[in-house]
């Protein structure tokens, strides 16, 4: 089945520093790539949809330059954490979906990074 | 509004089949029932996604009522492994998949 990895899969920052995340499908093209956040005893939030080759468009509530997007290509996304504070500790998963397949089950999900900003 | 209603947490013993329920009273003619489910600190996984047909995969079953209003997820045989947050999701095929609180099933040995 279609993979979808992150990395770092844990990061600790210092506060005002940035951190960046990568998504990557694995063995599949994605246009689209989405990024969750997940505080604790949460549900996943939505933040933003990324589209390759175009900018990304942020939920409501969601700081775009704070929280910057890249889908440079088919099969990577990158979420950067800008001047990181500790409200920023969270679970950060990120989403593909298959262009072949873009119906049906075709979002797939990365195992997720675990943030912590001290 | 939310799009589905599902219980905050139900209980199964280990070995037996676990029903969850979900509602969804408003779903349009073109979004289809999803289910995930989340194990803790890991990401979603993909459990079964169906229109208006019952569905079964390697997984678990889906049952939709016909008025297509509500759908039972079935793990037919809960292990202490199927412990996790279980989200009902109802969207059109391209949409993204907005989360809603789901249920949290324990499986108890």
């Known amino acids: 089945g279609a993979v979808v990895s992150q990395h770092p899969s844990w990061v600790i920052c210092k506060s005002g520093t940035s951190v960046k995340i990568e998504c990557r499908s694995l063995?599949?093209?994605?246009?689209?790539m989405f990024w969750y956040r997940q505080f604790p005893k949460q549900s996943l939030m939505l933040m933003a949809t990324s589209n390759e080759g175009s900018k990304a468009t942020y939920e409501q509530g969601v700081e775009k330059d704070k929280f910057l997007i890249n889908h440079a290509s088919l099969t990577l996304s990158t979420l950067t954490v800008t001047s990181a504070h500790p409200e920023d500790s969270s679970f950060y998963i990120c989403s593909a979906r298959d262009r072949e397949l873009a119906g049906g089950r075709g979002q797939y999900f990365g195992p997720g990074t675990r943030l912590t900003v001290t | 509004d939310a799009k589905t209603t599902q219980p905050t947490s139900m209980d199964c013993a280990e070995g037996r089949a676990a029903n969850l329920p979900c509602n969804h009273s408003?779903?349009?003619?073109?979004?289809?029932v999803y289910w995930y489910r989340q194990i803790h600190s890991q990401g979603p996984q993909y459990i079964i996604h169906g229109l208006k047909n019952n569905e079964t995969n390697e997984m678990a079953s889906l049952i939709i009522t016909e008025d297509r209003k509500s759908s039972t997820l079935i793990l037919p045989h809960a292990t202490l492994r199927d412990t996790a947050v279980y989200y009902c999701?109802?969207?059109?095929?391209?949409?993204?998949?907005?989360f809603g609180p789901g249920t949290s099933l324990s499986v108890i040995p």
């Open positions: 408003t779903i349009s003619g073109n979004e289809y």
């Open positions: 063995d599949f093209q994605a246009t689209t």
């Open positions: 999701i109802v969207k059109a095929s391209y949409d993204k998949v907005i």
